[in-house]
């Protein structure tokens, strides 16, 4: 069994940023790569970000270029640096394996607005 604790998250005006942070236990052995996902309210859930165990990473086109991310596999971490943030980034963002097959963490929530 995996588990997953986010947190960072916050109220942050247009053109701020935050860092999101994502911790493992569990069987983390058994994930080669981790995302991060984003759900607005009304919407499904979408992934924005995914990170291999070797470092390549992937991203969706709405958060190219503005967002990072990045792991910390002795500390069994993953980040996501948020910089120029727009209202539309608004949601709840959770981290998973790239299938989202473990059970979902409670999420931290993301507010950009002035």
């Known amino acids: 069994q995996v588990q997953f604790v986010e947190s960072g998250g916050g109220l942050v005006q247009p053109g701020g940023s935050l860092r999101l942070s994502c911790a493992v236990s569990g069987s983390t052995s058994s994930i080669a790569i981790m995302a991060w996902y984003r759900q607005a309210p009304g919407q499904a859930r979408e992934r924005v970000a995914s990170?291999?165990?070797?470092?390549?990473?992937n991203y969706a086109d709405a958060v190219k270029g503005r967002f990072t991310v990045s792991r910390d596999n002795a500390k069994n971490l993953v980040y996501l640096q948020m910089n120029s943030l727009k209202p539309d980034d608004t949601a709840v963002y959770y981290c998973?394996?790239?299938?989202?097959?473990?059970?979902w963490g409670q999420g931290t929530q993301v507010t950009v607005a002035s």
């Open positions: 990170i291999s165990n070797t470092g390549g990473s």
């Open positions: 998973n394996d790239l299938g989202g097959k473990w059970p």
